[in-house]
């Protein structure tokens, strides 16, 4: 039984699918969502780094807030409370969705079939396949 939902989110056309995928059968459901954004810098990495300024992170939170702020739109506007919003900061973008999802006990994992990587990801390998192959739970995968 799922009693809670974990959508990984990355700003891309797929992920805005995937987030109202996520919505959809939250409310249906009658469980809890939370979107999940990865960082692949962390703050206090770029904090701590001559590389990075004040302009760089505040931009990096704005484009996370907007996206935490269109998914809390839309659940709104679908009829969904109970969603919520966190971060995780890692370089392999895959382990921290399953960790999160693991660590947090959640039932199911959504997310898109690519994101920002496109092309080159699906020569790579894929972020969703990856998640797929390490994750405790169920994975739904949107196109």
């Keep these: 039984m799922i009693k809670n939902i974990l959508c ?19 409310k249906e ?10 960082e ?4 206090e990495d770029m904090a701590n780094s001559p590389f990075w300024d004040s302009q760089v992170l505040a931009a990096s939170d704005a484009i996370t807030r907007a996206e935490f702020e269109r998914a809390a739109k839309k659940a709104k506007e679908a009829g ?10 890692s370089r392999n973008v895959p382990e ?8 947090h006990g959640f ?8 994101g920002h990587t496109g092309l ?14 390490r ?8 196109r």
Excluded: N, W
């Excluded at 990355?10 to 059968?25: C, Q, R």
């Excluded at 692949?40 to 703050?43: G, N, T």
């Excluded at 921290?96 to 660590?103: D, L, P, V």
């Design 135 to 142: 994750a405790h739970c169920p994975v739904t995968i949107v």
């Design 120 to 133: 080159s990801r699906m020569i790579l390998g894929s972020t969703a396949y990856a998640v797929t192959a």
């Design 29 to 38: 459901l009658g469980v809890p969502l939370t979107i999940l954004a990865v």
């Design 8 to 26: 990984a989110a990355d700003g891309s056309a797929i992920s805005a699918k995937a987030i109202d995928f996520a919505i959809d059968l939250a």
């Design 96 to 103: 921290a969705i399953a960790a999160y999802a693991e660590q």
């Design 80 to 89: 969904l409370d109970g969603v919520s919003c966190a971060t995780a900061s």
């Design 107 to 114: 039932d199911l994992i959504v997310m898109g079939s690519h």
């Design 40 to 43: 692949l810098v962390s703050k």
